[in-house]
C-alpha cells in the first residue's frame, strides 16, 4: 500500500495551561487507538501543543485500510440440496441475502459436518474517508471538565475553534471539522506574526511555524528552551540560581508560543517576610521564577517568561517590576499585622468554624487532637506537653491574614508565627509537619512530636467520620481519609513508631460522645490495614503476600510491614511454593476435622512411622530455633529456617495416612500437623500464598 504522512491541527484560542499536556497527549492516544482499530498501518507519531494550537502529525499512513476476508456461514449442505440435488429455498434465501448466485457459494467441511458458506474479500476503506470521523472521535472524548459553545457554532470544545489544517501528503482533506472546513492554512504568534501561514507538507509544519510564525510548535522543545533560558539568565547573577518546578515550568510552557525570559528585581525589604509567601505570591499569581544563591537562600531577583521578543525588553521587565511590588507589599503588611497577636489568642477564633456539623467546630477538633497526641507521645517517648501545646495551636494559622490570602501557607506560617511567640521549637515545627506527608513520596514529619500531632489529626477524622457512618464511599471522599490513612500507615512505618492501630483508635474514640456507630474502632482499623493493599502494589509486591499477612490482622503497622518483608522474601525461596501448596493441603484436611477445637500436643508413643517422626522431630526442634525470633519480630530468619521443612513435610504426606483407622493414631497425626501449621501461622497464612 501507499503511504504518506498526515497532519491535523486544531487551531483555537488560548487554552486552559495547566490543561494543555494532558489534552495533547489524549488527542494523540485517542487518535492512534482509532487507526488502530481501524486497522490501518502508521509509523511515528508526533504530538504538538502550544497556547492556540493541538495537532499531531503521523509518518507513513498507509492509504486505505487492508483489505479483508470475509466467511458468512449459511445452511448445512443436507438442508441446502433437496434430493435432487436442486437449492431449497434455505440456500436460495441465503443466497439472495448476500446478492449472489447458489454457485457462487462454496462449502465448508467441519468436525460436525458441511455447510454452505460464502467467501469474499470486502475492499478495506480510504484512509481519508475515514480519518475525519477518527478526528471527532478523538476530540469528542477529550478530558474536558466543562466544554464551552460559540458564535452561532453548536459544536462545543474547551475553547472556540478557529481552523483546521488537514493535510495527508500535499492534499488537503476537504472535509468538516467540529464545523470549521479544513485546509492547509495555519495562523502565526499573535502578535509577531498576525497573518495566516501555508504548510505544504506535514513535515513542513513546526519549520514554517518556527521560521515564519514565531511559534515553537512542539512542547517539549519550548520547556526545554524555557529551563535553559531561565538557568542561563540566573547564572548572570554571579552564584544565582533558578529554582524551576516542575509543575510551575509546564503551565509556563503551556502559557507561550515563542518563550524569552527576563530578569526581574524588587526591593530587598522585602526578603523580612518568609520566602514562602514570597514565593507564592511570585509562583501562583505571576507565574515567576524565584533565584537562590549557593545556599539556597533567596535573592531580590525573579524570571518571568515573556510572550514576545520585545525590542525594548527593559519596558517588559519594569512592567513585570511595577505587578509584584503591590503583591509584596501586601504579603510584607499580612506578616508585620499578624505578627502583633499570638497564636494562643487565635484560638478562641476557632470555635465559630464548623469542622463537620456532628463532630463541632475545628475548636472542638483541636482539643480532642490534644489529649489523643499527648498519649501517642507518651506511648512513643517523645514530650507529651509539647504534643499538647502544639495540638491546640494547629489550627490557628488558618485564620491569620496571610494565610487567608495565600492558603497554601498554612501550617508554613503557623511554624514562623510560633517562633516568633517563643514556642518551642519542637512546638513550632509540629505546626508545620503535621501535615505530612500531603501527597505519595512526600516526606515525613522528623520530629515525634510532630509525628504525634500528624497522627492524632488523622486519627480523629477517621475515627469521628466512621463513627457519624460517613466513611468514603467510591469517588467520594471530602475529608480526604484515603490519604488521611496511608499518612498515617506512613509516619508509622517509615518512623518505626510502636503504635498499635486498635489502640490508637479506642484512643481516639474516647474523644468522642456522640458517635452513632455501634463499633467505630473495627472499621477504622480493617480500613487502615486495607490500604495497606495499595501500598504494597505499588511496591511491586503481590496481593497473595498482602493477603496471607492480612489474614492474621495485625494491627501494629511496623510489625505488618516487617511481616510482608519476610513473606516477601520467603515466596522468593525453592521451597516456598511446595509449602504453601502442603500449607493449603493441611489448612483444608484440619478445618473438616475441628479446625481450632484440634489439640497441638504431640504424644511421642503414638509416633509409627518413619517419616511423621522425622516431621515432628523436625516441628519441635524447630520450634524452639523460631520461637525467640518471633517474639522480637525477626519474621524473616524464622520463615528462613521453616524452610527447612519442606523435605520432611513432603515426605510425611507420601508416607503416611493421616486419616488412619485407629482414633489415636490419627488425632495426633491432626495434632503434629495442626502445630505445623500454627507455626507458619505465627508470620502470616503461607497457604494464601501461590502453591507449585
Known amino acids: 500500500m501507499a503511504q504518506q504522512d498526515f497532519l491535523v491541527e486544531i487551531g483555537t484560542e488560548e487554552l486552559p495551561p495547566k490543561a494543555l499536556k494532558k489534552l495533547s497527549d489524549a488527542f494523540t492516544a485517542g487518535f492512534c487507538k482509532g487507526l488502530d482499530d481501524a486497522g490501518i498501518e502508521y509509523g511515528k507519531v508526533e504530538s504538538f501543543a502550544a497556547p492556540r494550537r493541538l495537532a499531531i502529525r503521523v509518518h507513513g499512513l498507509t492509504d486505505a485500510q487492508p483489505d479483508k476476508a470475509v466467511e458468512r456461514r449459511g445452511p448445512a449442505v443436507n438442508a441446502a440440496f433437496d434430493d435432487a440435488g436442486n437449492p431449497t429455498r434455505a440456500l436460495t434465501g441465503f443466497a439472495t441475502s448476500l446478492g449472489v448466485t447458489p454457485d457462487q457459494l462454496d462449502t465448508l467441511e467441519t468436525d460436525k459436518g458441511a455447510w454452505v458458506v460464502y467467501r469474499t474479500v470486502e475492499k478495506g476503506q480510504a484512509t481519508v474517508e475515514l480519518l475525519p470521523q477518527l478526528i471527532e472521535q478523538s476530540l469528542a472524548a477529550l478530558p474536558i471538565p466543562k466544554r464551552m459553545r460559540w458564535g452561532a457554532h453548536k459544536v462545543d470544545f474547551v475553547r472556540p475553534v478557529h481552523w483546521i489544517v488537514l493535510l495527508y501528503g500535499n492534499k488537503i482533506i476537504d472535509t468538516r471539522i467540529m464545523g470549521i472546513p479544513t485546509g492547509n492554512q495555519t495562523r502565526g504568534h499573535r502578535f509577531h506574526c498576525p497573518k495566516s501561514l501555508i504548510i505544504a507538507t506535514p513535515d513542513a509544519y513546526e519549520v514554517v511555524l518556527r521560521e515564519d510564525g514565531h511559534v515553537l510548535a512542539d512542547f517539549e522543545e519550548r520547556r526545554t528552551r524555557i529551563r535553559d533560558g531561565v538557568t542561563e539568565i540566573a547564572r548572570t547573577q554571579g552564584q544565582g540560581e533558578a529554582v524551576i518546578d516542575d509543575d510551575l515550568l509546564d503551565e509556563v510552557t503551556a502559557l507561550n508560543e515563542w518563550p524569552v525570559p527576563l530578569l526581574g528585581k524588587f526591593e530587598s525589604r522585602f526578603l523580612d517576610v518568609p520566602s514562602e509567601a514570597l514565593i507564592s505570591s511570585m509562583k501562583e499569581h505571576q507565574k515567576y521564577f524565584h533565584v537562590v544563591d549557593k545556599n539556597g537562600v533567596m535573592l531580590p531577583l525573579f524570571i518571568t517568561v515573556a510572550n514576545i521578543e520585545s525590542k525594548d525588553p527593559s519596558q517588559v521587565i519594569s512592567g513585570n517590576e511595577k505587578v509584584i511590588r503591590p503583591r509584596l507589599s501586601d504579603a510584607a503588611f499580612f506578616y508585620d499585622t499578624d505578627r502583633k497577636h499570638t497564636l494562643e489568642s487565635r484560638i478562641e477564633k476557632l470555635k465559630p468554624i464548623v469542622f463537620q456539623d456532628k463532630l463541632g467546630s475545628i475548636y472542638d477538633k483541636s482539643v480532642r487532637v490534644a489529649a489523643l497526641a499527648r498519649r501517642i507521645a507518651d506511648a512513643i517517648g517523645s514530650d507529651a506537653n509539647h504534643a499538647e501545646r502544639a495540638a491546640m495551636l494547629a489550627k490557628t494559622d488558618l485564620v491569620t491574614e496571610m494565610v487567608l490570602e495565600f492558603t497554601d501557607l498554612q501550617g508554613v506560617m503557623g511554624e514562623y508565627y510560633a517562633r516568633n511567640d517563643g514556642e518551642p521549637e519542637e512546638v513550632a515545627k509540629a505546626l508545620n509537619e503535621q501535615y505530612l506527608p500531603r501527597f505519595a513520596g512526600d516526606n515525613l514529619p522528623t520530629g515525634l512530636t510532630s509525628c504525634a500531632v500528624a497522627l492524632a489529626d488523622r486519627l480523629d477524622s477517621l475515627v469521628g467520620l466512621f463513627g457519624i457512618n460517613q466513611p468514603p464511599s467510591g469517588t467520594r471522599d471530602p475529608f480526604a481519609l484515603r490519604r488521611a ?181 490419627r488425632d495426633n497425626r491432626l495434632a503434629l500437623l495442626n502445630r505445623l501449621r500454627n507455626l507458619f501461622l505465627q508470620v502470616a497464612d503461607i497457604s494464601l500464598l501461590p502453591a507449585g
Open 485 to 665: 490513612a496511608l499518612g498515617v500507615l506512613r509516619i508509622i512505618v517509615g518512623r518505626e513508631l510502636p503504635l498499635d492501630l486498635q489502640t490508637c483508635c479506642e484512643w481516639a474514640s474516647e474523644g468522642f460522645t456522640n458517635l452513632s456507630a455501634d463499633d467505630t474502632v473495627t472499621p477504622v482499623v480493617d480500613y487502615l490495614l486495607e490500604r495497606f493493599r495499595a501500598h504494597y502494589e505499588e511496591q511491586g509486591i503481590s496481593a497473595e503476600v498482602y493477603l496471607a499477612v492480612q489474614a492474621r490482622r495485625p494491627t501494629r503497622p511496623l510489625d505488618f510491614e516487617q511481616r510482608i518483608r519476610a513473606v516477601e522474601a520467603f515466596r522468593q525461596m525453592p521451597a516456598a511454593q511446595a509449602l504453601a501448596a502442603a500449607n493449603k493441603r493441611v489448612s483444608n484436611i484440619l478445618v473438616k476435622q475441628g479446625g481450632d477445637t484440634l489439640s497441638e500436643n504431640i504424644d511421642n508413643s503414638l509416633l509409627q512411622d518413619d517419616a511423621e517422626k522425622a516431621l515432628a522431630a523436625a516441628v519441635t526442634g524447630l520450634e524452639a530455633q523460631v520461637m525467640p525470633l518471633f517474639d522480637k519480630g525477626d519474621y524473616a530468619p524464622a520463615l528462613a529456617a521453616l524452610a527447612d521443612l519442606r523435605e520432611p513435610v513432603d515426605r510425611f504426606f507420601e508416607d503416611v495416612m493421616v486419616m488412619a483407622e485407629d482414633e489415636q493414631v
